[in-house]
């Protein structure tokens, strides 16, 4: 069974930096794609960044710049490097990975981490 666990969430001030990352309980090469999703309160799931198995990477129109998605092949993570948080960016962020094989495909998800920007 995949799992993927998040960590990294906390409370930050606007303007400030959080660093999240997404660790798989196998190797990323299984993986077609990772990244991270969100969801804030009375919203739906929102895309903020993917990563593929051949390094191409996609964010989210509202990152514009300020966030930075990579993985660590030896330690089996996906990180995300937010900088300059609004608090407009508080949601639970979830990592996001889908694995592709003959009989298809299947997406996991991990439990989520909970991001605060306030003041």
């Known amino acids: 069974q995949v799992q993927l666990v998040e960590s990294g969430g906390a409370l930050v001030q606007p303007g400030g930096s959080l660093r999240l990352s997404c660790a798989a309980s196998?190797?990323?090469?299984?993986?077609?794609?990772m990244g991270w999703y969100r969801q804030a309160p009375g919203k739906q799931h929102e895309l903020v960044a993917l990563?593929?198995?051949?390094?191409?990477?996609t964010y989210g129109d509202f990152v514009k710049g300020r966030f930075t998605i990579s993985r660590d092949n030896a330690k089996n993570t996906i990180d995300l490097e937010m900088n300059s948080l609004k608090p407009e960016n508080t949601a639970v962020y979830y990592c996001?990975?889908?694995?592709?094989?003959?009989?298809?495909?299947?997406?996991?998800w991990g439990q989520g981490t909970q991001v605060t920007v306030s003041s």
């Open positions: 990563l593929t198995g051949r390094g191409r990477s």
């Open positions: 196998i190797s990323l090469s299984s993986f077609y794609y």
């Open positions: 996001n990975a889908e694995i592709d094989s003959s009989s298809g495909a299947t997406n996991y």
